[in-house]
């Protein structure tokens, strides 16, 4: 029979895997109630759980500090929610983040992964740019990492934190679909990308729920970029019969909508509702109008990703690699969504 685990305990009380670190290192009072104390003792009774004793020992030399691995996030227009993210999450229970980047460069990479287990690191967080399925850097050891907005190319292979990228292109096509529109156009990212994919899936998840037929002219691939939703716009607008709503691949495709529908005099919201995705800082609120937009979770999974690690470590256990987090991505309301005239 396997031994029982913090996680184990956690589930028969109902409580978090850290508050039964809390509970066996020590930490509990001011973070649980006494109740909450003695549920914990007493599931681990149940179990007959004993917390690893050299794990325990170990922790006294743990350097406090966590790892954050990039591609190239730390010049992408969201490093700073996911490393604020990680740092705050981090700085409640007595930790660091020491940044390094690798810019897709495989030597820099390796280099990075050699310099993370030389300073012993307590854990590492693995953080893409994209959303993508990713070839995991050597060295990097399963049971002390988490990946932050990617997937490991292996399912199972390690732990991941994403966004729940079919549920917000959902949540894109309700704003419209709420405000009373019915005949809605998608100008969505690249082919064979996965965040793309999934908001598609969201959108025909929302059409078909409120009993929409999805037309396919009306769907289109548009890209990520200001030109090609400008152009990808143009296609569905410059015509007899358009849509009332425009869903968008993000917030740079939805910006050349609104430059397409100035040019053919398509007053937007009042003619035009446009609804983006990302909430990419210094453009969303910007534009004219502000853009309603789907936010993604950045700060969310860099602090979630560290949480895990800690949680783990916290409990002398390692990160369970069957774990894949999405988070919900909020839609922010702003003014480029109306009801459609009459």
């Known amino acids: 029979m396997n031994r029982p685990t913090a996680r ?3 589930a028969l009380a109902e409580v978090s895997r850290a508050a039964v670190s809390f509970v066996f290192s020590g930490r509990a009072e001011g973070n649980l109630s006494a109740e909450t104390q003695e549920r ?31 591609d190239e996030i730390a010049t992408s227009p969201f490093a700073g929610r996911m490393v604020l993210g990680a740092m705050e999450a981090a700085r409640e229970r007595g930790h660091q983040v ?7 460069d495989p030597e820099a990479e390796a280099e990075a992964v050699a310099e993370l287990r030389a300073r012993r690191v307590d854990g590492v967080v693995y953080a893409a740019m994209s959303m993508r399925r990713t070839a995991v850097p050597r060295g990097l050891d399963p049971e002390h990492a988490v990946l932050a907005n990617c997937l490991p190319r292996e399912p199972g292979s390690y732990a991941s934190v994403v966004a729940h990228e079919r549920a917000g292109g959902r949540a894109a096509v309700d704003a419209l679909i709420g405000a009373g529109h019915r005949k809605i156009a998608l100008l ?11 908001r598609a899936r969201g959108f025909r998840d929302g059409l078909r729920a409120a009993g929409i037929e999805a037309r396919e002219e009306w769907v289109l691939r548009a890209g990520w970029q200001i030109d090609e939703g400008y152009a990808a716009a143009l296609r569905v607008l410059d015509r007899a019969e358009r849509p009332t709503g425009l869903v968008c691949a993000n917030d740079r495709v939805a910006a050349g909508a609104l430059l397409a529908a100035a040019r053919l005099g398509i007053d937007v919201p009042d003619e035009l509702s446009v609804v983006g995705y990302d909430d990419q800082d210094q453009m969303a609120d910007r534009l004219v ?6 936010a993604l979770p950045h700060l969310e999974m860099g602090a979630t990703a560290v949480r895990l690690l800690l949680d783990a470590a916290d409990a002398g256990e390692p990160v369970d690699r069957t774990l ?11 003014d480029s969504v109306r009801a459609p005239k009459g």
């Open 40 to 70: 914990i003792k007493k599931a681990a009774r149940e179990l007959g759980y004993r917390p690893d004793e050299l794990a325990r020992s170990l922790r006294k030399r743990r350097s406090a500090v966590i790892g954050l691995l990039s």
């Open 98 to 104: 020491l940044l390094l980047e690798s810019r897709l």
């Open 324 to 334: 894949a987090h999405r988070l919900k991505c909020p839609l922010i309301t702003r």
């Open 8 to 10: 184990d305990v956690a």
């Open 289 to 294: 109008p502000a853009l309603t937009t789907v």
């Open 188 to 198: 969505g990212g690249e082919a064979h990308n996965i965040a793309a994919s999934d």
